[in-house]
């Protein structure tokens, strides 16, 4: 950005999308004033992760809503700075949206770039938005290649692979935790009366029940047809009693 543009600041903002309202992160970027300069410029290799300011946050409640590019050219500076999405003490300012389907996943700003650069820019923060739809898709793919399809716990052989590293930390750094298993009694006779739909329900609610009593940290995963497994991180026995 800073070798083809000459601008103020540019952050990437990435929305919450639990919460669309609300901020994920912001990475900021500090631009180069001139063309000269920015000619001879090497770019750092990193953003910086920065703390969301209330303009930030006043334009992803705006951006959510409306979806649409905002465009600020030096003739509306006054008019639209009284809006609390739009930065002060800037010339211009351009926000893009960036979505995937149809939901806000960031929004792409840069302050006092030319306005003679808008489009440029824009057709930039496309292709970007294309790339983060690709990392999206691979994650996808690498998510169901890891968890199973009706309960959304992990598959075993990904379980069994976190159960080695979390027994290698363990050793290493002499911290506790516990492995629970679990089964449901009876499910044969379930399935057999009540049908598969209401088994695979149960299935999946029984997962639901144990990720609402564990934390982030911890590993659930369909071991084999009714039975599940839980590692606990850092839990000792008294604890995990108390979980079970």
Not at 46 to 56: C, F, H, I, M, Y
Not at 110 to 118: A, G, H, M, P, W
Not at 219 to 225: I, Q, S
Not at 226 to 242: D, M
């Amino acid at each position: 950005l800073r070798r083809f543009f000459s601008f103020k600041n540019c952050k990437l903002i990435l929305v919450d999308q639990k919460e669309p309202e609300n901020i994920d992160k912001v990475y900021r970027i500090r631009g180069v004033a001139t063309r000269e300069i920015r000619k001879a410029y090497t770019p750092k290799p990193k953003a910086s992760l920065v703390k969301p300011d209330e303009v930030d946050k006043n334009l992803v409640k705006k951006m959510s809503k409306v979806k649409e590019i905002i465009k600020l050219g030096s003739f509306s500076r006054v008019l639209d700075q009284e809006k609390h999405y739009i930065p002060r003490n800037i010339e211009t300012f351009l926000a893009a949206p960036l979505i995937i389907g149809d939901a806000l996943i960031g929004i792409l700003t840069v302050e006092d770039l030319s306005t003679d650069e808008f489009d440029n820019f824009l057709i930039l923060s496309r292709q970007f938005m294309l790339e983060m739809k690709k990392v999206e898709l691979y994650e996808k793919v690498q998510e169901l290649a890891i968890t199973d399809g009706l309960t959304g716990a992990y598959v075993r052989r990904h379980f069994l692979e976190r159960l080695d590293e979390e027994l290698e930390r363990s050793r290493r750094h002499k911290f506790k935790f516990s492995f629970l298993m679990l089964d449901i009694d009876h499910f044969k006779a379930c399935n057999d009366t009540y049908g598969h739909l209401v088994g695979d329900a149960i299935l999946t609610q029984l997962v639901n029940i144990v990720k609402a009593n564990i934390r982030e940290i911890d590993l659930v995963a369909r071991y084999g047809g009714e039975e599940f497994s839980v590692v606990l991180s850092e839990t000792g026995r008294t604890e995990a009693l108390l979980v079970a």
